[in-house]
């Protein structure tokens, strides 16, 4: 079936560090959303990518989409705490939203 | 500006007993979805309606778990004869934009504990 892979499962990073998350999936998608889940919260709406090769920026968040619309990727430079939590990628493949499993972003003590 | 409510927000049950769970979707979204989530991974799409018809519900949903929008206002979503691996938080979600092309607005889910 259709599936959306995302790695790495955790990132430990020190305060201040990049963080990059990846998805991969086995069809080509219409486009992709990005969610982030804090510690004990719901999913929350980050942004939506369409077209192919789409870079989108927020603040230190970059969202891009790839020229064959089946990866996408999202980087957070110089992490801060506020960025902790669960980051996670769903494609839309026929009208279906299929999730990754998504990425822990962890800060090291 | 009311979002998405969902309640209880927590249910402990026995083995074996029903529960039932409520979502109130943003008043002016027509399209409404229920999720399961555990621990460390992503939501799984359990079904999805349009207004208060049901367009959607995964092949993966046992017998057991039903769900209904009456008026196409707010969702009940209901597992009867629970069993341990139901434990889980279940997320209601409402948009207004077709499946997959459009934010997806959860509510603070209500996570189930079968004993």
């Known amino acids: 079936g259709q599936q959306v892979m995302q790695i790495p499962q955790y990132q430990h990073v020190q305060e201040g560090e990049d963080f990059t998350t990846y998805c991969n999936s086995s069809?080509?998608?219409?486009?992709i959303q990005w969610y982030k889940q804090r510690p004990g919260g719901h999913p929350v709406f980050l942004i939506q990518?369409?077209?192919s090769g789409e870079v989108k920026k927020q603040k230190r968040l970059t969202f891009q989409f790839g020229e064959a619309k089946k990866n996408s990727s999202l980087h957070i430079t110089a992490t801060q705490t506020t960025d902790v939590g669960t980051y996670f990628c769903a494609g839309n493949s026929n009208y279906q939203l299929i999730w990754g499993a998504g990425t822990k972003l962890i800060i090291k003590p | 500006d009311t979002g998405v409510s969902q309640n209880p927000r927590h249910k402990i049950t026995k083995r074996g007993q029903n529960v039932t769970f409520r979502c109130d979707p943003i008043?002016?979204?027509?399209?409404l979805y229920w999720y399961r989530q555990t621990l460390g991974q992503g939501p799984e799409f359990l079904t999805y309606f349009q207004n208060e018809a049901q367009l959607e519900k995964s092949r993966l949903l046992s017998d057991r778990f039903s769900a209904e929008r009456p008026k196409g206002s707010f969702s009940t979503l209901e597992i009867q004869r629970t069993e341990q691996g139901d434990s889980a938080m279940y997320l209601c979600a409402s948009s207004l934009a077709p499946v997959g092309a459009g934010e997806l607005f959860f509510g603070e889910g209500s996570r189930l504990t079968v004993l």
């Open positions: 990518l369409v077209k």
């Open positions: 008043s002016e979204h027509n399209r």
């Open positions: 069809t080509t998608l219409s486009n």
